[in-house]
């Protein structure tokens, strides 16, 4: 009879397994729809001296110049699939690169080369190819002790590496880059930092997250604030004070798992207390998605529900943005903006 309970107990656990089984893999393919939030219009025709544009580049990852100084943030453009993130390592996919960087460098107008690669924190989706980027275009690498550690195993030369104590700020041409610590958004992969140079490939877990930061992008001599790029939907109580941005980009994912006084919370600290006039949503697409296929632009997925729930969030921080006549809107694949009028 012992025995018996045994072999129910065993095809019970069998049974189990397999449910589980089949709802992760059905919802780890299950898409929410893409908000319908407004996109920026995309500029026609040439840009004048002295303009500031960006490029969105999917997740946080961003082309910004004013014709003479080309910045990236968060170089990933290799975008690993599903498979490979869970159960392989990872490294860099150079063609994909490489696509990307050229079609930015269409987007922006500018000749092919890039003065600095400024890193928000060391997770893969937001650091992997930075070094790819920063050696193959002689161009200077900021970030946290992590992030330098990571790329110094890829063999970034010393001085090309800054550490980002936080606060400080950091020219680039006519850019001034403040660096102001910030919190990963409270999730699983949160925290631990990378202490000693790693060689690829790593896997994911390999990449911890570091000092995370946001960025303040200022410009010109007057130093006037632009834009605030927030990669990671987390925040310290505080981080904004004295700062203002009249454009935030706003990294979301995996907000809609939080509770909506979360939200409340990150939408006070990092969009009502900057002052924004304009917020548009970023890091809320499935970064085991390529960009591109053949040359051409695919359309970007929202994260699967298993992982996230753009729609609650997009719902959400729709009526934060209404109460506080804000504009808000989503960027997609490549979208490019004006973030100043001279």
Known sequence: MFFNILKKLAGLSVLICLGVTAYVLTMVNRYPPVPDLPNPPEHIGAFGQGVVRAVFLGVSSFGVSDGRHTIVFDGFFSRPSKM?????????????????????????????????????????????????????????????????????????????????????????????????????????????????????????????????????????????????????????????????????????????????????????????????????????DDFTQPLMANGQLLPLKPFPLLIDNMTTTASHLKASADRDKIQIGLLLSFNSLVLNQP
């Open 84 to 284: 490979r993130v869970a159960f392989g390592r990872l490294r860099e996919d150079e063609p994909r690169i490489d696509d990307a960087l050229n079609l930015m460098f269409q987007k922006l107008q500018v000749k092919p080369a890039i003065s600095a690669v400024f890193v928000t924190h060391s997770h893969f989706d937001h650091l992997l190819d930075s070094p790819y980027i920063a050696r193959r275009y002689k161009a200077m690498l900021f970030g946290s002790s992590s992030t330098l550690n990571f790329a110094k195993g890829q063999d970034v030369p010393d001085d090309k590496l800054i550490d980002l104590k936080g606060g400080q700020v950091e020219n680039v041409g006519d850019f001034h880059i403040q660096a102001i610590p910030t919190r990963h958004a409270p999730t699983g992969f949160t925290g631990g930092v990378i202490a000693k140079p790693i060689e690829l490939p790593v896997h994911a877990l390999e990449m911890k997250e570091g000092t995370s930061y946001t960025y303040v992008i200022s410009y010109g001599s007057d130093r006037k604030p632009l834009a605030c790029l927030q990669s990671t939907a987390g925040f310290i109580p505080g981080q904004s004070d004295g700062v203002t941005c009249p454009v935030v980009f706003l990294g979301v994912g995996g907000l809609g798992k939080l509770s909506e006084g979360y939200m409340d919370q990150y939408w006070s600290e990092i969009v009502e207390k900057t002052h924004a006039r304009q917020v548009y949503l970023i890091h809320w």
